[in-house]
């Protein structure tokens, strides 16, 4: 089973690294670019068919490893 992983910064968070990618884009003559958030995306292949097992792992993963809950949202999609 195939599982893609998004993780990104909570809206009430400051990301730096999103205002100098904006910034970086109008100085570029991208001046249409609004508020830029910066994320992680990743996709892990699972070796259960067990949608309900692997909802379960995801969640335990993303919560021990993948994001810091702190200041990060986390969500992921199943495939197979």
């Not at 992680?40 to 993963?61: G, Q, V, Y």
């Not at 809950?69 to 999609?77: G, K, L, Q």
């Amino acid at each position: 089973m195939k599982a893609k992983v998004y993780v990104t910064i909570k809206q009430n968070v400051l990301d730096p690294q999103g205002s100098a990618v904006q910034g970086a884009l109008h100085s570029m003559g991208f001046d249409e670019v609004g508020k830029v958030r910066i994320g992680k995306f990743l996709e892990l292949n699972l070796s259960t068919s067990d949608r309900t097992e692997a909802e379960a792992r995801l969640t335990a993963m993303c919560e021990k490893l993948l994001a810091n809950t702190v200041i990060e949202d986390y969500r992921f999609e199943l495939e197979g």
